[in-house]
Structure formats: structure tokens, C-alpha cells
Nanobody
Framework: EVQLVESGGGLVQAGGSLRLSCAAS????????IGWFRQAPGKEREGVSC?????????????HYMGSVKGRFTISSDNAKNTVYLQMNSLQPEDTAVYYC?????????????????????WGQGTQVTVSS
């Protein structure tokens, strides 16, 4: 059974930084992707970033970002720890949301997967990020 556990959320002032972690377990497939999504009150869930984990060195580490976070957020993975990180810098009040990590084992590219949360079959419980102005 796939399990995902997020951590690292909190309250930060505008311009500050946070690093979210997503600890994954229960994977039995060689190729999967981890996506970060967020959902603000009254808004739909949106994709933030995605990273591919693969034995294929060509696709391993492939990343994709939503436009508004490019240059501010960085996704990375520590495969030995089965953990994916989302480093968030220059945070703004509009980044306030519950952040979720999710896993997909279809092998599709992140640029495709991040466009629809329905592609991801397993989800964590979420972690709150609040950015004050």
C-alpha cells in the first residue's frame, strides 16, 4: 500500500522560505512520479511541481513546475530516503494553501501529469502553509 506523509508546513512572513518533505513508502513499481499540489480556501486544487523517479537515467529526475512558482520553488528527491522535497523561496501570501504530495505509477511525464490531479492515485494528508504579508 502506497503511503505518503507530508511535513514542513508552517507560518512564514512574505519573502521567507519553507521546505516541505514527502516521505513515501509502499512502492512496488520502478517508475513513478511525485507531484506537489496545493489548495487554497475556496479554490480548486492546482499542480505546483512534479518529479520523476526512475531507473532510467534519461527520465530520472525530470521536473516540471507551475508557471507562478518557477524560479522560486525547487523540487528534489533523495531516493535513498524515499523522500521528495519542495524548497519554497520568496514566498508570497498567494502561496498560502494546504500542500499535498501525490504519487503516480503510470510512467507518464510530469509535464502531462501535473495538469490534472486525477492522474495521481495516492495522496498524503496535506500540510498547511501560511504566508503573512
Amino acid at each position: 500500500e502506497v503511503q505518503l506523509v507530508e511535513s514542513g508546513g508552517g507560518l512564514v512572513q512574505a519573502g521567507g522560505s519553507l521546505r516541505l518533505s514527502c516521505a513515501a513508502s509502499g512502492f512496488t513499481f520502478a517508475d513513478y512520479a511525485i507531484g506537489w499540489f496545493r489548495q487554497a480556501p475556496g479554490k480548486e486544487r492546482e499542480g505546483v511541481s512534479c518529479i520523476s523517479i526512475s531507473d532510467d537515467t534519461y527520465t530520472d529526475g525530470d521536473t516540471h513546475y507551475m508557471g507562478s512558482v518557477k524560479g522560486r520553488f525547487t523540487i528534489s528527491s533523495d531516493n535513498a530516503k524515499n523522500t521528495v522535497y519542495l524548497q519554497m523561496n520568496s514566498l508570497q501570501p498567494e502561496d498560502t494553501a494546504v500542500y499535498y504530495c501525490a504519487a503516480d505509477t503510470s510512467g507518464y511525464e510530469c509535464s502531462y501529469l501535473l495538469g490534472d490531479s486525477a492522474h495521481f492515485g495516492s495522496w498524503g494528508q496535506g500540510t498547511q502553509v501560511t504566508v503573512s504579508s
